[in-house]
């Protein structure tokens, strides 16, 4: 696999691929790992150059190839390969560029060199490859090591008996290898300096990655064979290459000074390999090196005695042998051994070799457990003393505590262990061994929690004190013995510890200071604490470089141990207390040490994983900035405030001076240390205010300005660099979730708004080309690793928290309207010497190394492509096509990393709906085989490959949301294209069937699977909605489903809501989180849409059966939602699922058979919802969507009293739930806004305030409109009885009305209104709740109801909605006169009970009525005839109570109201005689309104409107005349009681007329009755008019002619037989009457006669008073008036002769006016 061997490594290390995959790579690439890169030792020869010319290719590729072979050494046919894989793999641009570059020279010798890299880069990964299968077949901890080791048992197989082979020939390969000639070359000025150095560099390189798999393997192999190399051999092939420090021979004259580094590493790691081989780790005798035969043990022994020893790589290997031989030879020769050992400075190359190592490779790892066993057994079995140098013997017993692996072990061990028992002699002469023992135990505490746990457990019962015996008085001694002595009184030491007396000593060193050793155990940690407690108390002795030594010495002890295992007690205050006291102390130095400042910020930040707050307080006191004026922009502290902190000098004054910045460094690891651990305590939002102003003035200044600052080493500018990016990281990452985070918003916005953010564009734009040879220079090509060699950040590292932090701040910034200057520098589009920033991310993702990187640059182009204003294909260039290509080609290979398909596939998506054009450049093009997207999309999800290791489930649902996303979108050649294929629609329907199977029984639900139905759910219903019977091979495919699969999947996806309604992550989020993210709700969204669709469509997908059974999970799914205790997602799915219910009901109600058993659980679940009526607990839509389902059941199943009976528990439920949610949900808006109780004057005064609901209030304001409407249901359906007492009960009569008062002042809520005022008509009808409603309707609606005059002029316009959901004036107006006709109602049910109410209210609105009285002849819109229509009624009904009506109001406004009535008659006639007049009328309203002219049967249903209004007036006038029968026979009747109606006049009335109504008007009347009964005979109207409503309007004629027959014969007698009219006058008006009567009789005799008719009334002349006059609502069951029903029982059947009231003015014409 010449070329391939990176996707290789890809294939078999990376994580999270299936085992399955794995394995399959190995097998198949197991040749290629086993040969290796003895693969490239080929030779030029001449058949390989005429087997490459055989061969169709061009001649620039051919001349390509030959100058590929001649530089690299190597066969033409392997060099025509490998420019095969390149192509493949890295070539990113078009063919075209490809054959111009080999066309012109220039180019191609830069090519040439791209070649060269990716040639070395591929031998090394063959490398990589096999180390890390050694390496990882022995970590039992890796997932995949049962495969590793597996595939490294057949390659010991393989390869000729054993690795080791393949190793040793690889490396006297590399060993071997030399510079390629080029003296007489064309090719020659390629073969510079630095190509040299490269290639040097290089060799290096691949001999170390051998060396270390050697290392690997010589460590994990316990048995030899005869393969197996024995120790001489190596030793001596070793020794005659690199251990004489020299690199090999054929590289001598090429090592640079760069090259030093490599070389001593190659040194290392053979004197590694030689002591492995040692075995030194050893129990067993077996593969021992002691196994071998004499003769070779004696050939050893000569060899190390005579000929090792003369340089320093020498000493550990005569170490090691001196070891093994110890026992076994005479003393003599382990003694010369050790000399030649120590002369050669073994421990201090030991060391050295430590210094180098990489604690995170595996290779370095096993390196320190070589060593560790080595100094084990020296200390074992050699004396200390006989070591001479034990400070580097303690250096190395640090360097290798300090790895995790060496300090469980020494731990583990305890006392057989030499190493732990040289730390134990340290700790036991504490304190005077103050450094040596601290520096031991702090290696030590770093490596693990377990360690440090340990180290606190030493140190608190340390068995003896030691000191100098000279601090001791002589006189306070006793020698006992002569290296004893005994103390005769008690000596304090330390805080309240002292020696006692009679403690005894032991004297060492008898020369220079003897030493004494007290045997009295003590707290150690007791006098660490002490110790700086005395520096507090002393501050002066904090300028003394040995105190700071001491206090740095402590403080990095208690800083590696405290970060795991704090102690308590005394010594723990006591070190809190002075840590802080020290700190700004040494802070307030003239010359601050730095180093010491540094280690007490590590300790402060040890202290901040378990008390973040307290020290976070302590440090803002002084040492960190913070603001000092609370009116500053809290976003944008100033520089002054930072400078003048502690802080702020130590890194301008010193830090810069001396140009290391510890203390900046310490301070940034604080903050992050802080952010973490304060993340999910409680004292979370303090430590964020806290480190405000520090961590926006590290991201504001430090970030920017630190690439411009001195550095003793630029390690450390890289580190500063690197810690202000995981600030930002961690800034932005652990924002506060349940509150406003100011941190967070205040380090967005200075990013967004400084140079800060350009900070981190510049790191982001060095490239991938750059990072690739970053990658490939690094010893360490771990993915986690996030630190090289000496402390250096890693590149991949620091690029891939840029990357995330950038994208983290697009994220977090995408509500800014402001242009920000983020966004100017990302939309800037780049010169020629500068690539757009989208470019250089998008190369990122060709990075193949670290797969994490490739991720995360997609998932920032996927932001960018979504929240920036800019577009993605501009910014490409001419790369878009090269950034196309790569990215299907990775799309479509089977090997690729599913983590980078799915993230490419949401870039997609994205593009869909924000960057068409970018989609469109996709969409057009092809990858490899001319497999273009969709194609490669069809092929990802087939079903043979879904939820397969090739098409993983998170990687199915991506390409399901791409699908989705491009149906959506109305993509439809796309979509055509997908559609015709019937392969697809397999793959679409397959995860519905698939997940019934073992992946949807187990135990724990999985999201992913949800999502997956969603999409496949809304994918369906989007193919259903085009009703395309065409599309065969979409129904085909839903055919394959059968009726009980389809029954399976709905009951599983009701399964899948109930388990995942609850998730334990979304219960920690905000409620429009959780909702947001929750995948049930998605779910049911998807389901109901499908749902929905599907009888949209008509399909007949669900048969009746299915159908049945989704309504009853629905039903199921519901009441186990609101049984338990309710989430936000639970109340928003209750929401969902009873209004799917509804819709479902709605749609399906043919089907519906067991309503009762629905009814009954929707009655449960509506009482169980409710919480018995007492609170409002869920979501009113559920409650909706609940009373919607029983209204509806009700109104069509509840029909036959035996279905009222048999439901009758169920409705009465309903009826106590409904009348107690009522009151509780009027009581709910109150809260959220204030309803007054009672009316308040001040509100009449004013307009009406204009409230605009809250998005709270909404839901339950549509709650209230359905309840009422539920309850005006029930109480159609249930007796009286029944649920009167239960409106009793919940004052829900009260509640109504004080709500309604409410809404009408603030005219909001008109729906809630409407169906309150329908209610209140519907109890009207009955005597027993009239009664009920009386009263509140007098208290809270007679002077509310003033509010709903319209705002504008009579004649002013309306109609429209305006922006706070209030409808116009005329729909609030209709409520007016809705009003007005209840009050009628009450009035003619509770007669004179109810007067003075009706009374007080027509004084209310008296001045109103008078109002649209006067402007009749000026307005004649219909809504202010039906409110003048409806004041007369009322007017009339109480004009029957007469005496009480006129006792409450008075007489004058009672003849004023007359007055009005009468005059509205006049203008009423004067309107019905002029047509032409309403036409043009009704013209110029319709265009003020910008309407289009009124229609025909617009101008009759005003006139209609006009004759009822004529017959409303017309009944009052008629209730003030004498009775006629009263004035014909009643001699005694007191004329003068009355006052004329009329006046005296014989003219037709006119319109705008100021003249009373006079016997004229009367006349007018009759007339046009009479013409107009007559025009409703002749023809049909030219708009078509229904029967009923043409025999209303023949009533309505009858009727008012009638009534004005009978006010102008009794108005004619009171002016006959009163003395109003002189004889001239009387004898005018009997003339005048008679002849008018007379043409009226004849014209309605000619009327009946046509018609045959009867009588409209059976009534005769004498029971003229009985007839009806009191009208009764329009409302009314009947088409007909009940007025018209009255006068008209009948029909049109009785003659003249037959009519009583006619026969009767034919007689009084005859007899009275002749």
Not at 1261 to 1270: E, F, G, I, K
Request: aromatic share 8%; net charge negative; glycine share 4%.
């Amino acid at each position: 696999m010449i070329g391939h061997n990176l996707n290789l490594w890809r294939n078999v290390t990376l994580s999270g691929l299936p085992k399955e995959l794995v394995d399959y790579n190995l097998k198949e690439a197991k040749d290629s790992i086993v040969e290796g890169i003895l693969a490239y030792d080929k030779h030029r020869n001449a058949d390989s150059e005429k087997e490459v010319k055989s061969t169709k290719w061009g001649e620039n590729q051919l001349q390509f190839i030959m100058e590929l072979s001649e530089l690299l050494g190597i066969d033409q046919l392997l060099c025509q390969k490998l420019f095969m894989a390149w192509l493949t793999n890295e070539y990113r641009d078009t063919s075209e560029h490809l054959t111009t570059c080999l066309s012109d020279e220039r180019s191609r010798y830069s090519l040439l060199e791209r070649l060269v890299t990716f040639y070395y880069a591929d031998r090394m990964y063959s490398h990589f490859t096999l180390r890390h299968l050694v390496s990882e077949s022995h970590n039992p901890q890796h997932p995949l090591q049962p495969v590793y080791a597996e595939f490294v048992e057949s390659l010991e197989e393989k390869a000729a008996g054993h690795i080791y082979t393949l190793l040793v020939s690889q490396y006297n390969l590399l060993v071997n290898t030399e510079p390629v000639e080029l003296y007489n070359s064309p090719l020659r000025h390629i073969q510079t300096k630095e190509f040299t150095n490269s290639w040097c560099y290089k060799v290096l390189k691949e001999q170390i990655l051998v060396l270390e798999t050697l290392l690997i393997h010589l460590y994990h192999t316990t048995d030899r064979s005869s393969s197996q190399p024995h120790l001489d051999d190596l030793l001596i092939e070793f020794k005659a290459r690199a251990l004489t420090g020299q690199p090999p021979t054929a590289l001598k004259h090429l090592i640079d000074d760069v090259h030093r580094p490599l070389v001593a590493r190659l040194e290392h790691l053979q004197v590694l390999v030689l002591l492995t081989l040692m075995r030194l780790n050893s129990h067993s005798s077996a593969g021992h090196v002691m196994n071998e035969k004499t003769p070779t043990l004696k050939k050893l022994d000569s060899l190390f005695e005579s000929r090792l020893g003369d340089f320093p790589s020498h000493g550990p290997l005569v170490l090691g042998w001196a070891v093994v031989r110890c026992g076994q030879v005479h003393a003599d020769y382990i003694s010369r051994l050790g000399d030649v050992a120590l002369g050669s400075n073994v421990f201090a190359y030991i060391l050295q070799l430590l210094d180098d190592l990489e604690p995170q490779e595996t290779s370095n790892q096993l390196s320190v457990q070589v060593i560790y066993h080595l100094i084990a057994r020296v200390l074992q079995l050699f004396d200390e003393s006989a070591l001479d140098d034990s400070a580097t013997l303690t250096g190395i017993i640090c360097q290798l505590v300090k790895h995790e692996s060496v300090a469980n072990l020494v731990i583990q061990r305890g006392g057989a262990d030499s190493i732990y028992r040289y730390i134990l002699t340290a700790i036991n002469t504490f304190p005077l061994n103050f450094y040596s023992s601290l520096s031991m135990l702090t290696s030590l505490a770093r490596s693990s929690k377990q360690a440090a746990i340990h180290v606190v457990r030493l140190l608190v019962d340390v068995p003896t004190f030691t000191e100098y015996l000279d601090t001791n008085s002589q006189t306070n001694l006793q020698f006992i013995r002569e290296n004893q002595v005994e103390l005769l009184e008690a000596r304090p030491l330390f805080g309240s510890m002292q020696l006692p007396s009679g403690c005894v000593g032991e004297i060492h060193g008898s020369e220079g200071l003897p030493s004494v050793q007290w045997r009295h155990p003590f707290n150690a940690w007791d006098l660490l604490a002490c110790e700086l407690a005395t520096v507090c108390s002393q501050p002066y002795l904090m300028a003394d470089s040995k105190v700071q030594e001491r206090i740095m010495a402590n403080t990095n002890l208690m800083a590696a141990t405290f970060k795991h295992a704090p102690i308590s007690g005394p010594p723990a205050e006591i070190i809190h207390d002075s840590l802080y006291r020290i700190l700004l102390g040494l802070a307030s130095l003239e010359t601050p040490p730095l180093d010491t400042i540094a280690s007490c910020l590590d300790l402060a930040a040890s202290l901040s994983v378990f008390t973040p707050a307290t020290v976070v307080e302590n440090l803002s006191t002084g040492f960190f900035p913070f603001l000092l004026n609370l009116a500053n922009d809290l976003f944008r502290p100033s520089e002054a405030e930072i400078e003048k902190s502690l802080l702020g000098q130590i890194l301008y004054s010193t830090e810069c001076t001396q140009s290391r910045y510890p203390v900046l460094i310490s301070t940034m690891k604080l903050i992050y240390s802080t952010l973490h651990s304060s993340q999910h305590s409680n004292s979370q939002q303090i430590v964020r205010q806290r480190l405000l102003p520090v961590a926006v003035y590290m991201i504001r200044t430090v970030l920017p300005s630190h690439l411009n600052w001195r550095y003793r080493d630029v390690v450390e500018r890289d580190i500063i660099g690197e810690m202000c990016i995981e600030l930002i990281h961690v800034v932005l990452n652990t924002a506060c979730t349940n509150r406003k985070d100011s941190l967070s918003e205040a380090c967005v916005r200075t990013l967004l708004h400084t140079n800060s953010s350009h900070s981190i564009l510049d790191m982001i734009s060095f490239g991938t080309e750059v990072l690739d040879l970053v990658i490939l220079e690094q010893y360490s090509l771990q993915v986690a690793s996030c630190m090289t060699k000496k402390g250096k950040p890693s590149a991949v590292y620091k690029l891939t928290l840029c990357l995330s932090v950038l994208k983290r701040l697009l994220m977090l910034a995408q509500d800014t309207k402001e242009t920000t200057s983020l966004e100017s520098c990302l939309s800037t589009q780049g010169n020629a010497s500068q690539c757009h920033i989208a470019r250089i991310i998008s190369s990122y993702t060709y990075h193949r190394h670290h797969t994490r990187l490739a991720v995360i640059s997609t998932q920032l182009l996927n932001v960018i492509a979504q929240e920036s204003r800019m577009s993605l294909l501009s910014s490409f260039g001419e790369d878009a096509h090269s950034i196309r290509s790569g990215f299907l080609r990775r799309l479509a290979l089977r090997s690729e990393d599913p983590q980078f398909k799915v993230v490419l596939i949401e870039l997609l998506t994205t593009c869909v709906a924000h960057q068409p054009g970018l989609l469109e450049l996709f969409l057009s093009g092809k990858a490899m085989q001319a497999t273009s997207l969709l194609d490669i999309t069809q092929e990802m999800i087939s079903v043979n490959k879904q939820f397969t290791h090739l098409c993983p489930g998170h990687l199915l649902l991506a390409a399901f949301n791409f699908v989705l996303a491009l149906w959506t979108s109305g993509r439809q050649r796309v979509t055509q294209q997908l559609s015709d294929n019937k392969a697809f629609w397999e793959a679409v329907v397959s995860p519905l069937t698939k997940m019934l199977g073992p992946m949807g029984t187990t135990s724990d639900t999985h999201p992913l699977k949800a999502k997956l139905y969603c999409n496949v759910l809304q994918l369906l219903a989007y193919q259903l909605y085009q009703r395309d019977s065409s599309l065969n091979e979409f129904h085909s495919a839903l055919e394959n489903v059968t009726q009980s699969q389809w029954q399976e999947i709905c009951t599983f996806l009701h399964k899948e809501l109930k388990a995942i309604s609850n998730p334990p992550d979304e219960s920690t989020l905000p409620a429009d989180k959780a909702m947001r993210y929750s995948s049930a709700v998605h779910l049911l969204d998807s389901y109901r849409m499908f749902i929905s669709t599907m009888w949209l469509a008509e399909s007949s997908l669900f048969k009746q059966e299915t159908r049945l059974s989704v309504m009853n999970q629905v039903l199921d799914t519901l009441s186990h939602t609101l049984s338990g205790e309710l989430t936000p997602v639970d109340q928003r799915l209750a929401s969902m699922l009873s209004s799917l219910y509804f819709e479902l009901l709605t749609q399906w109600s043919s089907h519906f058979t067991d309503w009762a058993s629905s009814y009954h659980k929707l009655a449960q679940a509506l009482h169980a919802s409710t919480n018995d009526g007492a609170d409002i607990h869920i979501l009113p839509p559920t409650l909706v969507g609940i009373l919607a389902s029983l209204q509806l059941i009700c109104s069509q199943k509840l029909q036959a009293k035996s279905s009222i009976d048999s439901t009758l528990d169920s409705t009465q439920t309903i009826l106590s739930c409904v009348c107690n949610l009522i009151p509780a949900c009027n009581m709910k808006l109150s809260s959220l806004s204030s309803i007054p109780s009672t009316d308040t004057p001040s509100l009449l005064l004013s307009s009406p305030p204009k409230e605009v609901p809250c998005a709270d209030a909404l839901p339950l304001q549509q709650l209230r409109v359905v309840l009422l409407s539920c309850l005006f249901e029930l109480i159609e359906k249930l007796p009286e009885s029944l649920w009167i007492s239960k409106l009793h009960e919940s004052f829900v009569i009260q509640s109504l009305f004080t709500t309604v008062a409410h809404c009408v002042k603030t005219q909001t809520d008109l729906m809630y209104v409407e169906s309150c005022v329908s209610l209140f008509t519907k109890l009207s009808f009955r005597l027993s709740t009239s009664k009920l409603i009386a009263q509140p309707l007098s208290e809270h609606l007679t002077l509310a109801a003033t509010v709903l005059y319209p705002s504008a002029s009579i004649s002013g316009s309306g109609g429209d909605i305006d922006l706070g959901g209030r409808k116009s004036d005329h729909s609030w107006h209709k409520i007016l006169s809705q009003i007005t006709d209840i009050y009628s109602l009450l009035l003619n049910n509770l007669a004179h009970s109810f007067v003075v109410e009706a009374a007080c209210y027509v004084s209310v609105h008296s001045e109103r009525i008078l109002s649209l009285s006067e402007t009749l002849t000026v307005s004649i819109q219909s809504e202010n005839l039906l409110e003048l229509k409806s004041y007369m009624h009322l007017i009339g009904c109480l004009s029957k109570h007469q005496p009480q009506w006129m006792s409450e109001s008075g007489r004058g406004r009672v003849r004023r109201l007359l007055a009005a009535s009468c005059y509205v008659s006049q203008d009423c006639v004067a309107l019905l005689n002029r047509p032409r007049a309403i036409q043009l009328m009704l013209f110029k309203e319709s265009k003020q309104n910008n309407s289009q002219k009124p229609h025909f049967i617009d101008i009759s249903q005003t006139r209609q409107r006009i004759l009822e209004l004529l017959a409303e007036s017309c009944t009052i006038m008629k209730s003030f005349t004498p009775d006629l029968f009263l004035l014909l026979h009643d001699v005694t009747f007191d004329v003068m009681s009355f006052e004329p109606l009329v006046v005296y006049g014989f003219t037709s009335p006119a319109l705008e007329s100021l003249t009373p109504p006079s016997f004229g008007t009367l006349i007018s009347m009759m007339t046009i009755c009479i013409s107009l009964l007559t025009k409703s005979e002749r023809s049909p109207s030219r708009c078509q008019v229904s029967d009923d409503e043409v025999d209303s309007i023949k009533t309505r004629l009858l009727y008012v002619l009638e009534v004005t027959l009978y006010l102008t014969l009794s108005q004619v007698l009171l002016y006959l037989r009163s003395s109003l009219l002189d004889a001239k006058e009387t004898n005018l008006l009997k003339r005048e009457v008679a002849s008018e009567l007379n043409a009226c009789i004849l014209g309605i005799q000619r009327y009946y006669r046509k018609l045959s008719p009867a009588s409209p009334s059976q009534r005769g002349a004498t029971t003229l008073n009985t007839t009806a006059s009191t009208p009764t609502l329009r409302s009314q069951s009947s088409s007909k008036s009940p007025r018209a029903r009255s006068m008209h029982s009948p029909g049109f059947t009785a003659s003249i002769a037959e009519h009583g009231l006619y026969k009767f003015a034919d007689q009084f014409v005859r007899s009275v006016l002749k």
